[in-house]
Structure formats: C-alpha cells, structure tokens
C-alpha cells in the first residue's frame, strides 16, 4: 500500500504541473525516440538481408583470384597482375578435390539457352526462357524451383548433353490435358536462334514468388511466358561453345549442409592453396555466402550501436532536466515535506517518494519515445521501401521488412528507470535531510 500510495502522489504531482512536467520529460522523449528509431531502421535492414538471402537459395563457396606480393624479379608489373585462362580452376582441379572429398562438393553453374516458343495442341505458340544449370545449381535453388513431379537435372545429364528439360506447372497448364501425365513425354521448343530442338520432361517444378514477379504479372497463367531448364553442357553444345577444360569463377555446394561452415571453408582454402603452390602470382581465396551475410549484418549492428549511442546522449540532457524539476518540486513542497516529518514520516519514506516520482516521470517520457520512434521507424522503412519499388528494377523481388527491436525497446525502458533513481536521488536525499522545524516555518 505504501508503494502504490507513493506512485498515486507522483501523478497527482505531475498532473498538477502538466506543461513543465511535459518539457521536463522531452530530452528523454528525444532520446529515447532516436534511439528506437535508429535501432528499428537497423534490425529491419537486417531482417530484410536475412529474408532476402534465404528466398534465394542457400549457402554457397565463391572464388576470387587474389594476388601473391608482387616479384619485381621475376615479373614485370603488366604481366604479373593478370589473369590469363591458364591461372584459372581446371577441370582437372575439380575432378581431383571430387576424388579426395568423396563427391562431398558439387558446383553450382548456370548458363543462358535464350528465348523460345512451344507450339500446343490449340496451334497457340508459348513463350519460354530457357536456361541451364548443374546439380549444385539446383541444390542451391531448391526453395525458387520446388520440385513437384519427377527429378532434378543432375550432373550425368550435363556430362552427357542430355536434351534433358524441367518444366513449370504453369507450362504444364498450358500444354497437358487436366489428367495427362507430363514425365518422358517430348516437346519441341522452336529457339529465336533459328532452330528447333526436341527435349525430354524429366521433372516438373513449381516457381517461387520471386521468380513469378519475373513472369508477366499482368497476364493469367495460360499467356504467361515460363521459365524450363536443361543441363549446363547441353546449352553449351547448343550455343555452339566447346567445352573448357578450366571453370572461371566456380560456386561450390556443400551436400552436407551448412553445420561447419567454418571447417568447409578451411578444407576447401587449403586445397587450393595446395593446388595453386606452384603459382607465383596469384591464388583462389574462398568465401561463404553465408559468412558475408553474417559480416554485414555485424558491420549493420556495429553502426546501428554507434549511432544508437550519440543519440542517447539526449537522454543525459533529459536526466538533467529531471533533477532540475524535482529540486524545484522539493522547493515548492517544503512545507508539505515538515508536515509528512512532524507527524513521523521516516527520511527514508520521504527519499522513496521522490524517487519514486522521478523514475515514473522518467518511464512516462520513455514510453512516449518508445511510441514515436517505433512510428518514426515504420514510417521510413516504409517511405524506403515505397522509393526503392518506384525507383529500382527488380525490387519488388527483394521482401523488405519492417521490424522494431524489441530488445532495444526493453533497455530503453529499463535505461529510463535507471535514469529516473540517478538524477532523483540526490533531490531525494535532498528532500529526506530538510529539518522539520525549518521546513514549517517555510514560506
């Protein structure tokens, strides 16, 4: 009762002097919403990145080339900062890392075939775009190409330039009866560059939404061109390409998953490194997708705290104003303050009361900050997200998402208290030493 009783005197307090109790709680106000701004806008960065990365498949090794310390020695500048076919991953590279892995590995590889039309039983021509990919590409695609109905390309098909295809349930709705089975059934897709090619259905596939966005959005599934897909070396062979015995910048795919991504990306530098010894000018450096992710969004936090951390000096200002108003309120209730100690209230009560009424006055103003800064970051993540789908190609392919921090919100509030005890104690303390005598006696 005595602790509800203090909290019931500190609103009265604060709604006698509304307007200097309101100007009091603005710097903690401003604080306060800076602060939830700033770290909503950081983890709704970090939210979309995280959604964005796994709509598109999942973890991946990448190449780059890096070079050695230049020898001026052995090279001039011109030759030795040069990439030549012979510097690049050889076929024979891959197929030893296959052999001491145990298949462990598979790139993921995709080329273009371009566009083509499909003549159905109705005489109507459907448009396709066709492109190729390896096994590892598949694997890594599983989420944008979801496999319905027969298998997955593999590498056997790409090896042997099977005129292997997959198809999307939309192509199969716009060519098969209802009840007509598309598996090994043969199409004849008529390419724009000049020829007809007959391919085998070996798979059916339903299209992610992203990759629908791709699609005529305007047009119902009957009109809509579909994307298919055929083996890597099969659009090589007819694009006319010879087959290289050297692979530029493969992507390699883990088929054990993503459990140590760290212990992969070791294994996989070291071979290289161990491949690449003999080359005095450079050497591949392997990298995760996933790794990449992780560092932005550390690089996201590390800014999204700092920046957190200058705002949050309003709140000091606030704390200020805060012992300013509380040592006007002892002064204004001094009378009130001998009254509560002549018929023996402890100093100790009268210290809990104004402390009390400083954390209240301190929580009121971070809830109100709490409140704008979540509006304030919804309203520019959304005014972002309004200006990148107007402005930029392809956007709408990336899921923006707004999120407030809820830890931030928390520590905010929590900061607020803490604010509310430091600056409230000393007039607290202030308070509690008056003299009961004196403070009758004060006019």
């Not at 198809?167 to 000049?194: C, H, R, W």
């Not at 009957?222 to 062979?237: E, W």
């Not at 209730?333 to 023996?344: M, N, S």
Request: net charge negative; hydrophobic share 40%; with cysteine.
């Amino acid at each position: 009762m005595f602790f509800l009783e203090n909290i019931r005197l500190a609103f009265g307090s604060l709604m006698t002097n509304k307007m200097r109790s309101l100007l009091t709680m603005l710097g903690i106000i401003i604080g306060i919403s800076s602060v939830i701004t700033i770290t909503t806008i950081g983890n709704s960065l970090q939210k979309t990145l995280s959604n964005t990365f796994s709509m598109f498949g999942g973890n991946s090794y990448t190449v780059e080339y890096e070079f050695k310390d230049y020898d001026e020695e052995q090279f001039s500048i011109d030759e030795f900062y040069v990439i030549n076919d012979s510097d690049y991953i050889t076929s024979d590279m891959l197929d030893e890392m296959n052999e001491r892995f145990g298949g462990k590995y598979i790139i993921s590889m995709r080329n273009s075939l371009g566009r083509g039309t499909i003549r159905n039983r109705k005489g109507q021509d459907l448009n396709a775009v066709l492109w190729g990919g390896t096994e590892g590409y598949y694997k890594l695609n599983e989420k944008t190409c979801k496999l319905l109905k027969g298998r997955y390309l593999n590498d056997t098909d790409s090896e042997r330039s099977k005129n292997a295809i997959m198809v999307s349930d939309i192509f199969v709705e716009q060519y098969f009866k209802a009840d007509e089975d598309p598996i090994g059934k043969t199409i004849s897709v008529n390419l724009y560059s000049g020829f007809n090619v007959d391919f085998v259905i070996v798979g059916i596939f339903e299209p992610s939404k992203e990759m629908l966005k791709m699609l005529d959005q305007d047009k119902s599934n009957l009109d809509k061109r579909t994307f298919m897909f055929v083996p890597y070396h099969t659009v090589d062979r007819l694009n006319g390409v010879p087959q290289r015995e050297f692979v530029s910048y493969p992507e390699f795919i883990s088929t054990e998953g993503t459990n140590d991504i760290e212990g992969d990306l070791k294994e996989l530098q070291s071979f290289f490194d161990e491949m690449y010894a003999s080359n005095k000018r450079l050497y591949p450096k392997i990298s995760s997708s996933l790794d990449m992710m992780e560092k932005a969004n550390k690089i996201l936090n590390l800014v999204t705290v700092a920046i957190s951390v200058i705002a949050a000096i309003s709140l000091l200002v606030g704390g200020i104003g805060v012992m300013n108003i509380m040592l006007v309120s002892i002064t204004e209730r001094t009378r009130e303050i001998g009254v509560r100690k002549a018929i023996g209230a402890k100093s100790s009560v009268i210290r809990t009361q104004f402390i009390i009424e400083a954390v209240i006055l301190s929580l009121i103003g971070g809830f109100i900050g709490v409140v704008l800064g979540i509006g304030g970051g919804i309203l520019i993540g959304y005014a972002a997200k309004n200006f990148i789908l107007t402005s930029v190609s392809y956007a709408d392919l990336v899921e923006i998402s707004i999120q407030p921090s809820l830890a931030a919100i928390l520590i905010s509030l929590g900061f607020c208290m803490l604010i509310g005890i430091f600056f409230g104690s000393y007039p607290a303390s202030k308070a509690a030493k008056l003299d009961p005598i004196e403070a009758l006696r004060y006019e």
